[in-house]
């Protein structure tokens, strides 16, 4: 099994999410939350900054943790063929300046505000649902049901 320990950012802003356009060079195109694999002795809070920063161009301030969402992949739908597991911390985060840009030598094409109601109707990583439910519920567990994958939701 693969494991991999990960940072997102939630930003929301007047009803509007900041989603990033993934494009692979092998697998399909989907919207995903800025964010990324946490280097080796890298902090995740600091992790979350870097991505928003690498894949956006946004400069960002976290305001507060919501959550961490745990999933295993099987084999079958894993990008390397073996089971796979996303540990996921999830931060509200806030843009403080920058230039919305796309990826340099990167998998995002662009990134763009998407209002909230418009995001079920994308192509998205689960990753987007598990962020938007944290960000509106606020669990004081800072967990919530996991995301059905199927349709237009994909691990």
Known sequence: ???RLAA??????DER?????????????????????VEHTEDPFDAVIREVAEETGYDALVERLLGVDSRVVPAAAALLGIEHQNVGIFYRVRVTGGTLRPEVNGDVAESVWTPIPDVARLRRSSLVDVGLALAQTL???GHVARVPVGGLIQH
Do not use: Q
């Not at 997102?8 to 802003?13: F, G, M």
């Not at 060079?25 to 939350?33: F, K, N, R, S």
């Open 1 to 3: 099994m693969s494991f």
């Open 8 to 13: 997102y950012a939630v930003c929301i802003e």
């Open 139 to 141: 669990p004081a567990t």
């Open 17 to 37: 999410v900041l989603l990033a356009h993934c494009v692979p060079p092998a697998g399909d195109a989907h919207w995903t939350l800025p964010g990324g694999k």
